[in-house]
């Protein structure tokens, strides 16, 4: 069990906003303004925390009206199938309009190569800018945020990507007050981070604050799992366990939701949601840090794949 | 199947009640800044194990012995490889009291866009200086910029003090000379801090060497200086983002204006004016994302529905039918130039002013400001990247402004090239065009004269 937080003076003040609000805020005003400028907005969908977090805010800023945008999952083929079975009851709940673009079938036409390590995140970017491309897509919300790593620290809100998706750190627009500019030429998009300013434990609050309902598989769970790279993955056809990887039976929890061949499991035993809180505001070890295998693949991992055009 | 526990009920679920302050500091690595913020977030316990161990392995790999804090900043390659901070990076930490977001902004001289970026959003600002140098060149641009974009509170973070003998005398000369000059500029507060960054004293513990100052230590300063101003001291201000009309069988008749409140506080039953039209109404309902209120403030965001069945688009400004602002076509400001490719007169650029964009024509450029002398340079005929000047734009269509002294929402723009949609130009509409506007609401107290530049 948390404790509660004693409440800052400032709080007590009547025009006061918790950092909950204010992020909420301005977050509904991004999705506003997006709806308000571009014409074929989309929100990547992975079934993941940040994305569940995007969607529920984007259900609030246009409420009683429907999201007047389109969902959009880049499916690895290694999915959790706790993690699909959300996203498609969800699509069903609200009524939305989900494209999916598909790795696996990049590969089966030869058009993408599988990797000797059997990892799937890198080649998601290859899908996801042609499925920008062919419906025209002209903002795309991405669930990243500023805190997760180094690169993500200095992307904008509105961030402009050419006409090959491409990210340049040195060629980033300023970004001041809450001015958004979107303008952007023909072929190009933008992508939105409306999470920008949110860290791990925002999201988590905001979750347990809005009941917010997610896969199963963030909270502890038994599981069979074997190590590799120092972390636990789950078995499944995207080729694991190898030879001399041996399965346990572990209590286990997912920090962050993606590829199955590089999201790792930690071990835990938070089966609620304040249990996670508690473990997330005690953790000395970053989401990334302790789930990811494809941000360590190098010092500058996740700006290489963003300068191609990766979320 | 639902994970969610619904056993936890309200109450019971740590959601964090903390207020946020959005902060931003300005120096060069010389007067310690990365070291400043290296232990405010080591030390406030934000830098996480595999983060720390990252910048320890990179530090060794460039023959550095102790960690380089400045790593944990500097995460680009160009940076990585150059020593240098580019951009503008946001840095998130958290205490029980407070949530923080720190836009850490390179201090070098090229790149003022990136100081007037952070210190936009910022409602303080961390100036430094090193305690053997004083107040120099660069302090006094850093604190023009704060006084520029109008951030609420500045602290003057004299570090080094443990290379001075940590001598009273030589942090008083320092903050007297630095409180004269920003209070000068306009900069309502000023707090002065002795402090080393590097030895730790006054960052986040007290210092055991310091006894003579009695004042808090930064990180006590930034968790209890009040975030919140008052809004009702100021109009409400509500430019509308989105029509929501759902025309659907449950809500046919729903029309609810969606924004983001950039100023003041809204009633339901406030008689409001809608701008450019003019035409006047009632405010019947406020949804603030899914509860019904009589009462949101800035900076909310919620849909408003009036009693009226007005012509509203995106673009229009809902404000109290006693205090709206006077749309113009003709708008004074000073203005930070942000782009590679100067702004020069005669230019047809696009503005954008809170939910609006109009066609704009630059009349003139009266002045360009030196940051550290404050010294003019009558009709420069251009302003380039980093310049800070004055201009005249004409727009094709009237903008309800307020002055960016009474208002930084709804007195600031963009000037963005139509061609390509650059953003050239941040720009703070002048206290010329607040007399021009007989707006009898706000009586600011804002000292002015430090904008007659």
């Known amino acids: 069990m948390t404790t509660v937080a004693s409440i800052p003076e400032d709080l007590d003040n009547p025009y006061a906003l918790s950092h909950l609000d204010a992020l909420e805020s301005e977050a509904v005003h991004i999705f506003r303004e997006v709806a308000g400028e571009f014409e074929r907005p989309v929100i990547l969908f992975s079934g993941g925390k940040d994305s569940i977090v995007m969607l529920h805010l984007a259900l609030k800023a246009f409420a009683p009206a429907p999201v007047p945008f389109a969902l959009l999952h880049v499916d690895t083929g290694h999915n959790f199938p706790e993690v699909l079975a959300y996203r498609d009851r969800t699509v069903a709940e609200h009524g939305l309009r989900l494209h999916v673009a598909s790795v696996q079938e990049f590969i089966d036409r030869g058009e993408l190569r599988e990797r000797p390590d059997g990892t799937r995140n890198p080649l998601q970017t290859v899908p996801l800018l042609d499925a920008i491309e062919s419906n025209r897509f002209d903002a795309v919300f991405g669930g990243g945020r500023r805190d997760e790593e180094k690169a993500r620290a200095k992307e904008r809100v509105f961030s402009l990507r050419d006409e090959f998706g491409g990210w340049d750190p040195r060629r980033q627009r300023p970004e001041l007050w809450q001015l958004y500019n979107g303008r952007h030429s023909p072929g190009e998009h933008v992508r939105v981070f409306p999470l920008s300013n949110w860290t791990e434990l925002d999201v988590w609050q905001y979750i347990a604050r809005e009941k917010i309902e997610l896969p199963a598989i963030y909270y502890a769970h038994r599981r069979e799992v074997f190590a590799r790279n120092g972390m636990w993955l789950a078995p499944g056809e995207w080729g694991g366990p190898k030879d001399g990887e041996r399965l346990e039976l572990r209590q286990v929890r997912y920090r962050t939701v993606g590829d199955m061949s590089c999201t790792g499991a930690v071990e835990s035993d938070a089966d609620t949601i304040e249990a996670v809180i508690a473990e997330i505001a005690a953790s000395r070890l970053t989401e990334r840090g302790a789930t990811r295998a494809d941000d360590k693949l190098s010092e500058a991992a996740m700006e290489d794949r963003k300068r191609e055009g990766y979320f | ?453």
Request: net charge negative; hydrophobic share 45%.
């Open chain 2, 1 to 453: 199947m639902s994970t969610t526990n619904t056993a936890a009920a309200e109450g019971t679920v740590d959601t964090g009640a903390t207020s946020l302050l959005r902060f931003a500091t300005a120096g060069s690595v010389d007067d310690g800044k990365s070291t400043l913020v290296g232990r405010l977030l080591h030390d406030s316990k934000s830098v996480l194990a595999d983060q720390l161990e990252a910048v320890e392995h990179a530090s060794r790999n460039r023959g550095q012995e102790a960690p380089d804090l400045a790593l944990l900043t500097d995460g680009l390659r160009a940076e990585r490889e150059q020593g240098i901070t580019i951009d503008v990076a946001y840095r998130y930490f958290a205490t029980p009291r407070r949530r923080f977001i720190l836009a850490d902004t390179p201090g070098h001289v090229q790149y003022t866009r990136n100081m007037v970026t952070g210190a936009s959003t910022a409602e303080l600002a961390v100036v430094l200086v090193d305690a053997r140098n004083g107040v120099v060149e660069q302090t006094r641009r850093h604190a023009a910029v704060a006084a520029l974009l109008r951030v609420p509170h500045v602290v003057l973070a004299v570090n080094k003090m443990d290379l001075v003998g940590y001598r009273e005398a030589v942090f008083a000369a320092i903050a007297e000379e630095f409180t004269a000059y920003a209070g000068s500029l306009g900069v309502p507060e000023i707090t002065a801090i002795p402090i080393s960054a590097l030895a730790g004293d006054n960052v986040v513990t007290p210092s055991a060497t310091m006894d003579w100052y009695g004042g808090p230590t930064v990180l006590e300063h930034l968790e209890t200086v009040p975030v919140v101003a008052d809004p009702s001291d100021d109009p409400a201000r509500f430019p509308v983002q989105y029509v929501i009309r759902p025309q659907t069988a449950e809500h046919p008749d729903y029309r609810g204006y969606a924004g983001q409140i950039a100023s003041g506080v809204l009633r339901v039953g406030d008689v409001v004016t809608v701008l450019p039209s003019g035409r006047t109404s009632t405010i019947e309902g406020i949804d603030a994302l899914g509860r019904s209120v009589d009462v949101a403030w800035a900076p909310q965001s919620v849909t408003l529905r009036l009693a009226d069945d007005l012509d509203i688009s995106r673009g229009d400004l809902i404000a109290p039918a006693g205090a709206a602002p006077v749309a113009t076509q003709d708008i004074e400001a000073t203005v930070c130039h942000v782009a590679d490719r100067p702004l020069a007169v005669g230019q047809r650029v696009l503005l954008k002013h809170t939910t609006r964009t109009v066609k704009a024509i630059v009349k003139e450029i009266p002045s360009r400001l030196t940051l550290d002398d404050l010294s003019q340079h009558p009709a420069p005929g251009e302003l380039a990247a980093n310049d800070i000047g004055r201009i005249v734009v004409r727009t094709a269509a009237p903008l309800a402004l307020d002055a960016y002294a009474e208002s930084r929402r709804t007195g600031s723009f963009l000037l963005i090239d139509p061609a390509d949609g650059t953003t050239l130009t941040a720009g703070m509409a002048g206290t010329a065009f607040a007399e021009a506007a007989a707006d009898p609401a706000p009586e600011s107290a804002a000292d002015d004269e430090g904008w007659d530049f």
